[in-house]
């Protein structure tokens, strides 16, 4: 085995620490570093409940100094700022819906990082990611539960060439006893689910404090008006709560989002088999396990993290994924990713930028 200079972003969580460990086992020279992503770390969580808490940085420092690593923080709050909350907020001002674990990813942990990593003369990157690589291809992990090639499927080729997830081919479970048995006090430390930069959780009052109030209509399929709103950015594909929709419907059903018009600031609700959608657009793909398809192909597709797959057909038109479904999927929300697998290997990745219901049948198309 080659002996790589490896550079590993400890976030303070369980994972990383032990992806450290792992990687200074198996004979690297191992480097860790904590990204600093705040320029008033006070602004986000504190206690267990993110993975950017004030706390973090103290417990990654432990860790490294457990594994007998040499450890360092870097300042990255201005490109975090920039490349994750900005985008975040401009997404949802667009009425899209972003994943920014997914940016952080793609901006930070691969692009930011890697470049500084390589030019310090690093090899390699490693993280606590869940997932595993194999012939240079991103394959899930081994605990579907924890499995996050989701939300790495927007890494290129040559991004995962200098890439290490050394948790791959084990369960959760199996890491926090590893932990625990080398003496990690984060070892118990709870996950982190919310986005990082949201103190309190409350993503509409944060947008609100970004965007200001932008009150609009919510109607029906119709375009009959049901209710009003304060910002089209607090509400996103598929949500039944919180609509504050003051005209019940007439056949008494739940209503959902249905769609967002950032324009007109347009919020349509409507009952739920209205959320199907077969056909998907998605832009900017990336080809990490396979060349951008010349015919279409049959495979599977992940909508959003954690979430439902889906057999599907792909293909390419033009520079746009287009993505037929077997079956409807509802909750499809335009911003998430649509990422291809075939069985547990990432074959692609692009933005979901459109969807309908159906593809119209050919006498249909002629009326």
């Not at 499927?153 to 479970?173: D, H, I, N, W, Y």
Request: hydrophobic share 40%.
């Amino acid at each position: 085995m080659n002996r790589l200079r490896v550079l590993a972003a400890m976030s303070g969580g369980v994972d990383s620490a032990v992806a450290a460990a792992r990687a200074a086992d198996a004979g690297h020279e191992v480097t860790g570093v904590h990204l600093a992503l705040s320029s008033n770390p006070q602004s986000y969580r504190s206690g267990a409940r993110g993975c950017c808490t004030v706390e973090d940085a103290r417990d990654a420092r432990r860790a490294a100094d457990v594994i007998g690593i040499p450890f360092y923080v870097w300042d990255m709050a201005e490109r975090f700022d920039r490349d994750v909350v900005a985008d975040f907020v401009a997404e949802y001002a667009a009425g899209r819906t972003p994943n920014p674990c997914l940016r952080c990813n793609e901006k930070i942990k691969f692009a930011a990082v890697l470049d500084r990593a390589v030019a310090l003369g690093f090899d390699a990157v490693c993280t606590g990611h869940h997932a595993r690589l194999r012939d240079g291809r991103l394959v899930r992990s081994v605990d579907p539960g924890k499995d996050q090639s989701y939300v790495l499927a927007v890494l290129r080729r040559e991004q995962l060439g200098r890439a290490m997830f050394p948790l791959g081919s084990s369960t959760k479970a199996e890491v926090r006893e590893e932990a625990a048995a080398r003496g990690m006090a984060v070892a118990t430390k709870p996950d982190s689910h919310d986005v990082c930069f949201i103190p309190d959780g409350d993503t509409r009052a944060f947008l609100a404090g970004r965007l200001g109030d932008s009150p609009g209509r919510i109607v029906a399929e119709d375009g009959t008006a049901v209710g009003t709103h304060e910002g089209a950015y607090g509400f996103t594909i598929g949500q039944r709560k919180g609509l504050r929709v003051g005209v019940p419907a007439e056949d008494g059903r739940p209503r959902y989002v249905l769609d967002i018009e950032p324009v007109s600031r347009t919020v349509t609700v409507g009952p739920r088999e209205s959320l199907d959608v077969q056909e998907i657009l998605a832009e900017r793909p990336v080809w990490s396990g396979c060349e951008p398809l010349r015919e279409p192909r049959e495979c599977l597709v992940q909508l959003r993290a954690h979430g439902e797959v889906h057999r599907a057909t792909a293909s390419l038109a033009g520079d746009m994924l287009q993505i037929t479904l077997d079956r409807p999927a509802q909750g499809v929300a335009k911003g998430q990713a649509a990422v291809l697998y075939d069985g547990d290997t990432v074959l692609a990745s692009g933005t979901i930028s459109g969807t309908r219901a159906r593809t119209p049948a050919p006498a249909e198309s002629a009326r």
